[in-house]
RNA sequence: CGGGGCGUGGCGCAGCCCGGUAGCGCGCACGGUUUGGGUCCGUGAGGCCCCCGGUUCAAAUCCGGGCGCCCCGACCA
């Protein structure tokens, strides 16, 4: 039976990861190297972080487009500091339709070039601004590691690309994204995200400046769980993005970019899992409750089924997304336990008992044992559900919370910084270093800085490591 | 690309050293039993033993070559 259980997370986190990934059903092995398939289970948690998002977007005047799989290889070259970025890590078609083509075609790593030169068309003049453009797609970085979900060849994504007419309006867009970002990931994900700026070595190649939101995972190590960008006026200059202005000169755009990937659903598992497996935001569940039918023989059988069909529709109709499972041959026990590993917030069960006491038993997933369960009147259970979802949404971000501010440190000497890091927490330091400051650091400790986080401290420090005064703190913290 | 490991039913592995009927656990199918915390018993299906070549009466096993995958490092959402 021991083989039943997980590896615990404790144990080895990223065994456990693997496991879960694959026994919860989120995802399969793919026959190419660095690729996964994404099941069903696994795609409707990304289904709910499309809808999620896209609803905010388009609340935001944004709308939805679609560019093309293929970049021709020139256009990535156009941007000085984009090819040099993205280059070791593209896919390149050489041939097609049985010869070789005249310019090879990029497969996408993400798409400014090819929806700059887009934009270069459609915009003319200031009337035409801003615009502002999403789309959601597949994007291919021929990475040497990877993870299911965290890292793989192939992902999906939304990468949001828009221009305006001045610097301060594509500022404001940048980080109006940001933090639909963190609105997202705080109210569906229910993780805790850390929003700040990223250092110039972290910068996204060719962005004056990148903003991101950092999660902290379960084993602490630091996960950038979506990025927004300030492009400036470099790929308007690269694709020729001008407009006319109300007094008639030429101006280039200044344009943005911001993404979110499939990274999210590996976020939601390392943040929220626990040793028995998954434990999804009923925000984001593809079940926030599935129904266990108990019963002896078929006289028991019938009535139990009665109820929980009953039971069902109540669920529905009150727009709460519910499964029964209804596997013969296999115990109420190992559903239970299957249901857990899979991370489905609220367990309703219905047995013999219930169907004669007009009862419904609920256990939440987020507090296991006795204390999570309860015994409800079958006439009170769609609106104590209810309340124990939103209840169990709150719970998970509090928790998340709590793990997170427990794990981070203030560094105020280079050899605290290391310490603290060696225990694998996050650093908040003060930080003035140069590129190869930085770089030196985490060769030392393996850290990296994860952001310059929008709240600061209202002093000033000395730089952690060059003793300079700084102005402001920067997380450090081994990252995935 | 540097270092290490592994390729055997769907998954995880044993067998290989010492050549001779391909095996175990899980899963799957069927029958019974059980069902309020991972039931138990029985029957059964399922294998180019990574590929190519060599040695041999005989190769999963020995020899040569190739391919693939995984792990650790440098690169990354």
Redesign the pocket.
């Known amino acids: 039976?021991s083989?039943?259980?997980?590896t615990a997370q404790s144990e080895d986190f990223?065994s456990w990861y693997?496991e879960i990934v694959y026994r919860a059903d989120l995802a399969a092995?793919s026959p190419?190297?660095?690729c996964v398939i994404i099941k069903p289970y696994g795609y409707e948690i990304w289904e709910g972080i499309k809808s999620g998002l896209d609803r905010r977007f388009k609340a935001t005047g944004h709308q939805n487009a679609y560019f093309p799989l293929f970049i021709p290889e020139s256009y990535i070259k156009r941007e000085a500091q984009h090819v040099e970025?993205f280059s070791?890590?593209l896919a390149v078609v050489t041939h097609a339709g049985g010869k070789e083509l005249e310019e090879p075609l990029v497969v996408r790593p993400t798409s400014e070039t090819v929806i700059g030169e887009a934009f270069s068309d459609w915009i003319q003049s200031y009337r035409d601004l801003p615009l502002l453009i999403n789309q959601w797609s597949n994007?291919v970085?021929w990475?040497?590691?990877?993870?299911p979900?965290?890292?793989?060849?192939?992902?999906l994504?939304q990468e949001g690309h828009t221009a305006h007419a001045t610097h301060d309006e594509a500022e404001e867009e940048t980080l109006q994204m940001l933090d639909i970002y963190a609105d997202f990931a705080i109210e569906d994900a229910a993780i805790p995200v850390i929003k700040g700026e990223k250092s110039r070595?972290?910068r996204?190649?060719g962005a004056l400046r990148t903003y991101?939101i950092e999660a902290m995972m379960r084993d602490k190590r630091a996960?950038?769980?979506?990025?927004s960008h300030n492009l400036g006026q470099n790929f308007a200059k690269a694709f020729d993005i001008q407009f006319l202005t109300e007094a008639n000169t030429q101006e280039y755009c200044w344009t943005t970019s911001w993404?979110l990937?499939?990274?999210m659903v590996?976020a939601v598992v390392m943040t929220h899992g626990d040793d028995?497996?998954l434990r999804l935001p009923p925000k984001l569940a593809p079940y926030q409750l599935v129904i266990v039918p108990?019963?002896?023989?078929d006289a028991q059988?019938t009535a139990?089924l009665e109820t929980v069909e009953r039971l069902r529709k109540s669920f529905e109709a009150a727009n709460l997304r519910v499964h029964v499972d209804l596997r013969?041959?296999?115990?109420?026990?190992?559903k239970?336990?299957?249901w857990?590993?899979r991370g489905v917030p609220l367990?309703v069960?219905?047995?013999?008992?219930?169907?004669?006491n007009n009862?419904?038993?609920l256990?939440r997933r987020d507090v296991?044992?006795r204390e999570?369960?309860q015994?409800v009147s079958q006439d009170d259970v769609v609106a104590v559900a209810r309340e124990l979802l939103v209840d169990i949404q709150r719970n998970l971000l509090e928790d998340a919370r709590e793990f997170r501010d427990a794990h981070i440190q203030d560094a105020s000497s280079y050899d605290e910084l290391r310490a603290i890091v060696a225990e694998g927490e996050w650093a908040r330091a003060f930080w003035d270093g140069s590129d190869d400051d930085e770089?030196a650091v985490?060769?030392e400790t393996?850290a990296t800085i994860r952001c310059f986080p929008f709240e600061q401290p209202d002093a000033q420090g000395a730089c952690v490591y060059s003793g300079r005064s700084a102005e402001k703190v920067a997380l450090f913290a081994k990252?995935?």
């Open positions: 039976m083989e039943q259980a997980v990223s693997n092995p190419v190297r660095g970025g070791p890590e994007v970085r990475e040497l590691r990877t993870r979900f965290l890292r793989t060849a192939e992902f994504w070595m972290e996204f190649a991101t996960l950038q769980s979506g990025t993404g990937s499939t990274r590996g028995k497996g108990i019963y002896r023989r059988r139990v013969e041959g296999q115990s109420p026990g190992f239970f336990n299957d857990e590993m367990r069960e219905i047995g013999p008992k219930d169907v004669e009862n419904a038993v256990a296991m044992g999570g369960k015994f770089l985490k060769d393996g990252a995935y």
